[in-house]
């Protein structure tokens, strides 16, 4: 069993993740949730921590920005947008079960000490931002990681807010390549 509870939006997405794996899941319920609901978050990531696995479109983004915000020590689990994608239905819900797996395994926490390892002239020399293709090479560079599809800015944060190092994004790099090669 998963230690921590894994935070997703809705009903659905608790049936993918329970039917994936062994764990303790608890929905937001969209955005509408009040305070109440993120002192009760508060308590659980105390006691046995939390994962956010939130939509991977913009109202998830949101929830994960708002909850992180509120509770400090989150892991964040990402899906690439095309692993939940059915029918132009994005959601947890519709991931398979090996990568609502993937996601979770690959969960990353906010590093509290944040390291300013990268900046956006290093990832404008890699190719990542202001090149061609560059928003595909981070949506690749983002599921290899684990860190999911973001924009140059948030990006370059989760780079650094998730501890990563040169010589991790390189193989991530390297590994990208040999996948197109």
Known sequence: MIREVI????????????????????????????????????????????????DPDYAGERIRRDISKNIKGCKHAFLPQDKALVDGDIGVENATKEDIVGAIYNARPTIVDRKEEFSSMDLIGLGLIGGFNSRRKRERIGDILGIGYANSKQFLNRLNNFGIDREELIQALNRMEDLNG
């Open 7 to 54: 935070v997703v939006e809705g009903k659905d997405d608790i049936a993918a993740v329970k039917n994936a794996l062994d764990a303790e899941v608890i929905a937001t319920g969209g955005y509408g949730y009040d305070d109440k609901f993120i002192q009760n978050l508060k308590n659980i990531a105390k006691r046995r921590g939390i994962i956010i696995l939130t």
